[in-house]
Each structure stands twice: as C-alpha cells, then as structure tokens.
C-alpha cells in the first residue's frame, strides 16, 4: 500500500488521516508513504506508517542534464511491482507519474488532477469537498476505504529529546511559538506587529517566545522579533531545526501563533492552542483542519478573489488583522483546542493564564 503525498510540508501533515485511514481498512498491510526527503520527518514515526520512500526532489530538479534524468529514470522504476494499492493524493503530474509507474493493480486518484495527473491512476473519482483534508477522506471513501479523522502527529523521539535537553539548557519553562514566516510575502503578518506581539504574549504568563523558521527566512524572523527587555526572553530558532526538531518545539508549546504555513498544520497535529493568521488564501480550503475558530482573517482579505503569487498585494491584506486581534482571540479562548481533543497523553496544557 502506498500513499502518495510528497509535498509540501504543510500539505504532508495535514495528510495523515491517510495513513489512519489505511490502517483501519487493512490492519495488516504494509503502508508506505512517498515523500519529498526533506519532509520525511513529518510522518516517519507516525504508528500508521511502516516505511517511508523518500523522493530526492532537489537531487532532481535539473532534470533535463543527461546524468540526473538517468538516476531520476532509475527512481522511477525501482517503483514497479512493489504495491499492490497506490494513492496519489496530491493529484499532479509529478505524483500521477510515480502512481503510474508503481504499476499496482488499485491506482486511486482524483478524476481532475492537474497537469494530467489522472493518466498515471486507473481509479479516477470525482470528489466534491471543499476543505483539502475532506478532498483527500473523500477520495478514499469513494475508493471503499472508511475515513477516519485522525491528524494525530509524532515528532521522532530523539528529536523530543533534543528539545527537552535544550529547554533544559535555556531554562524555557512555559513558551509560546511565533512563526512569522511563509513562502509567499502576500502570507505574511507585519513583521513590526510581530514584534508588537511578543512583549504584549509574555505579560500574559509565558516565559518565552520562540522563534521557528528556515535558514532562508532567519533575516525575516530576526526582523519579527522585538528590541528592548522583551528580546532577552525570546528565542530565534529559524535555520537551526530540522522538520522533527521543529515538530517537538510546537508538540511543547502553550501556544503557537502562524501565518498560513507549516507549523499552522504541525500545531494542528499536536492539538496545540493556535491563533492562525490568514489573509490571500481560503482558510475554508487550505485553514486549520476543525479549528475555524482559530483563524482570523481581515473582511477585505475574505473578499480576495486573486491569487496569493501576485507579488503585488504584499502583505495588504494581512494588514486587516491587529495586535489586538491576536490577544483578543487568546482571550477569549478562541486559540483552545477543542475540549475533545485536549485529553491526548503528554499534549494537556492549555493557555498559561
């Protein structure tokens, strides 16, 4: 059994009721998932997954050079003849290709895949949702396979025990996270109100704020952090984590505020208290999982109807959402998750009052 989901991180976590699901229906089978190398952390303890196929995107990238079309040609068919099912659930060309050239008897896929991703699958369905977790249980349902809701994550265990020798070491007791970062700039909160956050978070009881992005985005995440006292009891961690080191940093935290991005979906999975912030694109689709009252998102941004690439738009859209819209959210106890969700072993602290 193999469940395709590649990228991208976000996406990837938000995908694990897959493997849930899977489990249920075939308790005994062996069930891979393919995805990008730099992800694998994401779902590589996941219980419900035995294996995990890393695609070596990047190794790839430069895929018309003679000697990389080679190996990408030999990744490709070492695919053959291993499964039995495959699932594309990114519904691509890239994926419909790897689904196609698993071979398996069972290739379930979207009948509207992009970039004619639904030649590479043999079961096209049609699935109306409108939520992409709800697209993807859809998907399986219409396949015969039961869904269960289930975005429970797990960070890799030496990755818990680096975070509790370095909380440990920084002397962090309570924190907050702030990742201030995405991969598009229309995504992005002010970074001054970031700053403005962090002073207003720790006079509401938490010790620290620490700082989560990727070493490309240290310069902006240094930019989101505040002057003053208030700097001595943050900690800036963007490019120093790996994907399970950053998940262990989230599973820990009393709250985590996010632009529309990974760590929004890794808080998700850890059932962590959330403020997300969106602006250009539709939390209805892409937001929190069951989590819609922690969004918020300005009324000119909910009237958008272009595209979140248009580099024009910067982050006027996310200009709608103040400071105190953050702390007013956390307040009224909008960032709790649900109260069914709250009895998971080791993830029970709430808000620090």
């Known amino acids: 059994m193999l469940i395709i989901r590649p990228s991208a991180l976000g996406d990837v976590c ?24 730099s992800f694998a952390d994401a779902v590589r303890c996941h219980p419900c997954v035995d294996e995990v196929l890393a695609f070596p995107r990047g190794a790839f990238r430069q895929w018309w050079r003679p000697n990389v079309a080679a190996s990408a040609r030999r990744w490709f068919a070492a695919l053959k003849g291993r499964f039995d099912v495959a699932i594309d659930a990114q519904g691509l060309g890239r994926s419909g290709l790897m689904a196609w050239s698993t071979r398996a008897p069972r290739r379930i896929g979207f009948r509207d895949a992009r970039e004619l991703g639904w030649l590479g699958v043999n079961e096209r369905y049609a699935v109306d949702a409108t939520h992409s977790v709800d ?37 962090i007791g309570a924190y907050a996270v702030c990742a201030p970062t995405s991969r598009w700039a229309s995504k992005d909160w002010p970074s001054e109100r970031w700053a403005a956050l962090a002073p207003r978070l720790l006079e509401r009881g938490v010790e620290r704020v620490v700082y989560l992005g990727t070493k490309a985005e240290s310069d902006a995440v240094r930019r989101a952090m505040p002057s003053g006292d208030a700097s001595e009891r943050c900690v800036d961690l ?10 262990a940093v989230i599973a820990g935290a009393d709250l985590v505020v996010a632009n529309d991005s990974a760590p929004l979906h890794i808080a998700v999975g850890f059932e962590r208290p959330l403020v997300a912030l969106f602006g250009p694109t539709d939390p209805a689709k892409v937001g929190p999982y069951r989590r819609e ?30 400071v105190d ?29």
Not at 238 to 247: F, I
Not at 299 to 320: K, V
Not at 333 to 353: C, F, I, K, N
Request: include cysteine; hydrophobic fraction near 45%; charged fraction near 25%.
């Open 325 to 353: 819209d953050v702390l007013a959210a956390i307040d009224q106890g909008r960032a709790a998750p649900p109260a069914a969700t709250t009895s998971r072993e080791g993830h029970q602290r709430g808000l620090v009052a």
């Open 14 to 37: 938000r995908s694990v009721a897959l493997a849930a699901s899977v489990r249920a229906a075939w308790p005994s089978a062996r069930v891979t998932w393919l995805v990008q190398d």
């Open 293 to 322: 009252s922690t969004v918020l998102r300005s009324d000119e941004a909910a009237r958008f109807t272009g595209s979140y690439r248009d580099p024009s738009i910067g982050d006027r859209l996310m200009r709608g959402i103040s």
């Open 135 to 171: 697209r993807m249980l859809g998907l399986l349902e219409a396949a015969g396979i039961e869904p269960r809701v289930d975005m429970r994550l797990v960070a890799p265990p030496e990755c818990v025990a680096w975070w509790e020798a370095e909380r440990a070491r920084r002397a």
């Open 238 to 247: 963007s490019g120093a984590t790996t994907v399970g080191q950053s998940m």
